[in-house]
C-alpha cells in the first residue's frame, strides 16, 4: 500500500488561508469517507482535527476545514496563526482493511 | 478524560522481540477499536495495525504481518504489540491511539504520547 501523496510543505503568512492536498487512489480516498486529519508538533504526538473528510471534533478551531474530491482530500487553513506551524498527515481506511497515512506536510508561518 | 499511556519500548538486537502495552482509561474500553503507528526519527507516521473492541478482528500493515501480533485484555483496558524479529526499521516511537468507532476506525481520536523502540547492536 503506498502512502498518499502530500506536498512536503507549505507556507503563508499570517492571517492568510492555506490548502493541503492529499493524493490517492479509488482502493483510499476515493472509495471510502473515513478520511482524516492530524496535526503534529515537533515533538508532541499526533491531534485529531478532522474526521470523515469534513467533520471536526469538539475543541478544534473551525479555521480548519476539509473536503473531497474524487481521489483527492484537502485541508484549509484559514486566518494562519503562528500557532498552527507543524506538521499535518492525512489518512484513509483502504479496500485492503488497512490504513494509510500521507507523508506529512510541513506548515511554516512566514 | 480520556487517556492513553504506553510503554514497553528500549533497546533491542536486530531479531529480537519486545512487548509493547497501552492502558487506557477513562471511557469503555471494548467500546473501541484501538490502534499501533510508528513515526521513525525524522519520518512520517506509518499505520501499523488496529484490533476490533472485542478483540475479534485484527489488521496489520504488510510489512509487520507474521511479525506483530495485536492484541487486548478488556478486563484490564490494555492492548498490546508483541514485536518478534525486529529489524533496524522497525525502530520508531510507537504511538497507540484510540479508534472513533467499535470495529472499523473512522478515525484515531485520542493519542498516547508514544514510546521508542530501538533495533540496533
Known sequence: ?110 | EVEVVESGGGLVHPGGSLRLSCVASGFTFVNYAMTWVRQAPGKGLEWVSAISGSGGSTYYTDSVKGRFTISRDNSRNVVYLQMNSLGAEDSAVYYCARGSTTVVPRAFDYWGQGTLVTASS
Do not use: M
Open chain 1, 1 to 110: 500500500q503506498s502512502a498518499l501523496t502530500q506536498p512536503a510543505s507549505v507556507s503563508g503568512s499570517p492571517g492568510q488561508s492555506i490548502t493541503i492536498s492529499c493524493i490517492g487512489t479509488n482502493n483510499d480516498v476515493g472509495n471510502y469517507n473515513y478520511l482524516s486529519w492530524y496535526q503534529q508538533h515537533p515533538g508532541n504526538a499526533p491531534r485529531l482535527i478532522i474526521y470523515d473528510v469534513s467533520q471536526r471534533p469538539s475543541g478544534i478551531s473551525s479555521r480548519f476545514s476539509a473536503s473531497k474530491s474524487g481521489n483527492t482530500a484537502s485541508l484549509t487553513i484559514s486566518g494562519l496563526q503562528t500557532e498552527d506551524e507543524a506538521d499535518y498527515y492525512c489518512v484513509s481506511y483502504t479496500r485492503s482493511t488497512t490504513w494509510v497515512f500521507g507523508g506529512g506536510t510541513r506548515v511554516t508561518v512566514l
